[in-house]
């Protein structure tokens, strides 16, 4: 695979080179002259070099038996990537002229479809021949609770993985009855496992344990198969969560089980904060012309300032200061406790339809969300996004009573989430809570692309504003 992906790197770039050339009308002297360049050979064996790296730092050559497809191409275009972006670094430092931006197009394209297309027909062929028989490893499982029994038959039912669950190895305790009403057989106890291990054909070791009684044992169990050399693997999820993935993550030569919550993670991350830092940037300049008016009018229509900069929550709790356009009295705050009694909402929240400290233009900017709009500053700072959960203010956080309720700031805040076009304001805030971990559980570009263009009608509605 190492030879097939290098020879894929040079097909590509070779391809990309020939259609780009052919399109400049380079003579055929002038393209034999760029290909003997004792600079281009060495920049050309730099690049060949480096390609292998990346693929290896990808994971492209260790097994992919456990990987999903999905996961696979997603490393694959990550690889390509990477290494097209390399190239164009290279035609920046030693002025490579046929890399042009429709050379790294044809390069990309050939490199990363070749690659995928080679991937998926070598997983199909594995798939074949395990099913067929071959190409099988027998695993063995340290624990006999539920768990471990689950785990042992999500891997004989995924027959396409090709392995074979040989037996258990556990001491006697209260859940043994269960165990064995189960179709899997208890080949030893710990203290034969050196002896099964010696005489018996172990390609794997799964430890499912529970780590907090059985600590001792599981670390023996990790020192016989390091001290015969045989692969073992730990069932991750050592405490049970029902929200929270497991992440294997490596520090200088200790690895730590990261257990994560929010759906926001990886490469799709820095995409979306590249599209908040570009439309917030494009927006304000569009939109400045209404900003400018909407300040005038706002110091034309009552004292005080333009701005109204409040403390709130963003991600992990953070305090920022949120901008909004000012649309109360200057003493509104102030007078929170004289009308706190008329609270329309339940939950910690505080929100009236007729607020007597809003001003006329106010009422208009808040009906028409033009009071948010000093927001795509915030979100060019990175102290939010143009889509996440609404910031609450500090008041209404220490109005929270569950915890589950706080995982919202796990993920940083936006303009515009679930809420806003669901209804706003005329929503619960146990339903707006809902809403919001919704979309941290099931978060994707997509979703954030519906829910940006679902904003838009629900704004021209003013549906549930306050």
Same mark, same amino acid.
């Given at each position: 695979m190492k030879l097939f992906d290098l020879a894929v790197m040079m097909f590509a770039f070779g391809l990309a080179t020939v259609i780009v050339s052919q399109r400049a009308a380079i003579s055929l002297a002038e393209f034999l002259e760029l290909r003997i360049k004792i600079q281009n050979f060495i920049t050309f064996t730099v690049l060949l070099i480096v390609w292998h790296q990346i693929?290896?730092?990808?994971?492209?050559?260790a097994s992919r038996r456990l990987a999903g497809r999905w996961d696979e191409i997603v490393d694959i275009l990550k690889?390509?990537?990477?290494g097209t972006a390399l190239i164009l670094i290279a035609r920046v430092v030693v002025h490579i002229a046929l890399v042009t931006p429709e050379f790294l197009v044809i390069f990309w394209l050939t490199a990363s479809a070749t690659t995928i297309a080679?991937?998926?027909?070598?997983?199909?062929? +594995? !798939?074949?021949?395990?099913?067929? /028989?071959? $190409? +099988? !490893?027998?695993?063995?499982?340290? /624990?006999? $609770?539920? !768990?471990?029994?689950q785990f042992a038959r999500r891997m004989r039912e995924n027959h396409a993985l090709g392995y074979r669950v040989i037996g258990f190895v556990d001491e006697g305790w209260a859940?043994?009855?269960?165990?064995?009403?189960?179709e899997f057989k208890l080949v030893c106890d710990f203290a034969g496992l050196t002896e099964f291990l010696r005489h018996n054909v172990v390609d794997e070791v799964v430890v499912a344990l529970p780590m907090r009684t059985l600590?001792?044992?599981?670390s023996q169990v990790a020192a016989i198969c390091e001290e015969q050399g045989i692969l073992i693997r730990f069932v991750s999820n050592l405490f049970d969560s029902k929200i929270s993935r497991p992440r294997v993550e490596e520090l200088e030569g200790d690895s730590l089980i990261t257990h994560y919550t929010g759906g926001l993670d990886g490469w799709p991350v820095v995409v979306k904060r590249a599209v908040d830092i570009a439309f917030s940037a494009v927006l304000i300049v569009m939109l400045s012309p209404l900003l400018v008016l909407t300040a005038i009018l706002i110091k034309l229509t009552s004292p005080g300032p333009v701005m109204f900069v409040q403390k709130r929550l963003g991600r992990n709790k953070r305090h920022f200061g949120i901008y909004k356009f000012r649309t109360m009295v200057v003493d509104a705050e102030k007078r929170m406790r004289e009308i706190e009694h008329l609270n329309e909402v339940s939950g910690p929240v505080f929100k009236i339809k007729n607020d007597p400290r809003i001003t006329p233009l106010g009422r208009f900017l808040r009906k028409t969300s033009i009071d948010e709009l000093p927001q795509l500053i915030n979100v060019f700072k990175g102290d939010m996004s143009l889509?996440?959960?609404?910031?609450?203010?500090?008041?209404?956080y220490q109005g929270f009573s569950e915890d589950w309720q706080r995982r919202r700031f796990s993920v940083r805040p936006g303009i515009t989430c679930l809420w806003q076009i669901g209804g706003r304001s005329s929503i619960s805030f146990e339903k707006w809570m809902e809403l919001d971990l919704q979309y941290i559980d099931k978060w994707s570009l997509w979703l954030d692309f519906e829910i940006l263009v679902k904003t838009i009608p629900a704004v021209l509605r003013g549906s549930g504003a306050a």
């Open positions: 693929f290896s730092i990808f994971g492209m050559y690889a390509t990537t990477l080679s991937r998926m027909i070598m997983r199909s062929l +594995l !798939r074949r021949a395990r099913l067929h /028989g071959r $190409n +099988l !490893r027998d695993m063995l499982v340290v /624990g006999t $609770n539920a !768990r471990a029994v859940g043994m009855t269960e165990f064995h009403q189960s600590h001792s044992q599981a889509v996440g959960p609404r910031p609450l203010p500090i008041r209404d």
